[in-house]
């Protein structure tokens, strides 16, 4: 008693198919699928896009840098 042994996963699972039905249960995998696919996807994005970011160069490693240079007055 109190832990639960294959025979009880089975049952369930048998329950399970006669109340939702194949159909709805091959759609439902079929959705939660699709949404760890596209999740992924957005993971890798993100990742693809960070590596792009820290391949760029930083100035003053040999880049001129165009800008103005304006004295400050004194404020009286």
Same mark, same amino acid.
């Given at each position: 008693m109190g832990s639960i042994s294959i025979w009880h996963w089975l049952i369930v699972l048998l329950v399970v198919i006669l109340?939702?039905?194949?159909?709805? #249960?091959?759609? #439902?995998?079929?959705? #939660?699928? +699709?949404?760890?696919k596209g999740?992924? &996807?957005?993971?890798? +994005? &993100?990742? &693809?896009? +960070?590596?792009?970011?820290?391949? &760029?160069?930083?100035?003053g490693t040999g880049q001129t840098i165009e800008g103005e240079a304006k004295k400050e007055t004194p404020k009286v």
């Open positions: 109340v939702f039905g194949t159909k709805k #249960l091959r759609n #439902l995998g079929t959705d #939660l699928g +699709s949404a760890v999740f992924k &996807e957005g993971i890798k +994005s &993100e990742d &693809e896009k +960070s590596a792009q970011a820290k391949t &760029e160069i930083p100035p």
